[in-house]
Structures are given as structure tokens and as C-alpha cells.
């Protein structure tokens, strides 16, 4: 990560952008090296959410009520605590492969799809699990959920002091930064050496 280190003295903000820019590019390019996927939050390993419990997600949540994609985006976040993000590029999918195989249907409402289930779909997702986001969110203590959700509001904070930020502030903001990181690796350290015998 050499090549991406902040240098904050003298930079000037467009050169600023440019750096997260190429950064946002390289995580982007090795994000599969780390075990996520395109367009996928990599906080959480995957656990048992894979392609047939997000069908199964998708059934049990149309059974309730029709919803639009982002609607099963955002339902699935909140009703696994967070634990499950999944990205359009696992839900649009899924959800063409249902319309295929019709057990789903969808219409224009507000300029938006809103899905439904066939009579084959509702059978189908009375055969499965009703609430497969239950399983998905039991495998993630709060603490890790907690630590992910400041980890997206930081990320927002320090978008904001680019993009609004004085040359003193984004400057004062990459030594915060830099102070966070070093406490952060310096927990690591001081429970490396806790268990460490005669420690």
C-alpha cells in the first residue's frame, strides 16, 4: 500500500480526489484476493448467505408484501442487524432467474419494478425457511456489527472533509487517521504480547 500513503503536506485537494480515486480503483481490482465479491461489503465473511439463501430470502420476504429491489436491499440489512449486504449484483440477478422460472412477476409502479409472487412462487416459499436472515444475522456478535457501522460512518466523515474541507483540515483529518491506524495495529500488538508465555 506504499503507493497510496496520504502525503497531506502541500497536496492540493484535486490531487486529493485523484488518490481516493485510484485507491477506490485498486480495492476494486483486489477485492477478490481478500474473499468478497464485486459490489459486496467485505466486513463480513459470507458465511451461509450464498446464492440459494438469497433466493430463499427473496421468496420469504415476497411472501409478505411486494417490494422493489432496493426495498429487498435495504430489508434484508435491517432484518439481519446488518450482517447481510447484499449488492444489486446479487439481488437483480436472483431476481430475473425467479421471473424466468415464473414465481415471480413484476410491474411498473412509480417508476419502479415491484415484484410479486406467482402461485407457483408462493408455494415455493411456503416450502422454505420464512426467515433465512435470522441464520445469517445469529453468525455476527453486535460488536462486529457495531465496529462495521462506524467503520461506513468514518468513511462518510472523511468523504465530507474532502470534498468541503479546508487545506488545514484534510491535513489535520490524514494525521487523525494516520493516529487511529497506528492505535488500532497497536491493540493487535498489545494482545499478541498478552499471549506471548510469561507475558
Not at 444475522?137 to 465530507?160: C, K
Not at 470534498?163 to 492505535?183: F, I, M, N
Amino acid at each position: 500500500m506504499t503507493d497510496y500513503a496520504i502525503h497531506p503536506i502541500g497536496i492540493r485537494r484535486g490531487d486529493l480526489r485523484e488518490w481516493m480515486l485510484r485507491c477506490a480503483r485498486h480495492g476494486r481490482r483486489h477485492g477478490h484476493e481478500l474473499g468478497f465479491g464485486r459490489g459486496e461489503a467485505p466486513f463480513f465473511a459470507r458465511g451461509r448467505a450464498g446464492r440459494g439463501d438469497i433466493r430463499a430470502a427473496i421468496l420469504a420476504l415476497l411472501a409478505e408484501q411486494p417490494m422493489h429491489g432496493y426495498q429487498i436491499m435495504r430489508e434484508l440489512s435491517d432484518r439481519s442487524a446488518g450482517a447481510w449486504r447484499i449488492s444489486p449484483g446479487s439481488v437483480y440477478p436472483t431476481l430475473s432467474q425467479l421471473e424466468d422460472e415464473e414465481l415471480v412477476h413484476a410491474e411498473q409502479q412509480g417508476g419502479k419494478r415491484v415484484f410479486s409472487l406467482t402461485e407457483a412462487g408462493q408455494a415455493e416459499a411456503a416450502g422454505g425457511p420464512s426467515t433465512p436472515w435470522q441464520d445469517v444475522g445469529s453468525d455476527v456478535p453486535p460488536a462486529l456489527v457495531e465496529l462495521r457501522d462506524l467503520m461506513y460512518q468514518v468513511r462518510a466523515a472523511t468523504r465530507q472533509v474532502v470534498h468541503a474541507g479546508s487545506e488545514k483540515q484534510v491535513a489535520d483529518a490524514a494525521a487523525l487517521l494516520r493516529e487511529t491506524r497506528r492505535k488500532l495495529y497497536q491493540l493487535l500488538a498489545e494482545d499478541d504480547q498478552a499471549g506471548e508465555p510469561g507475558a
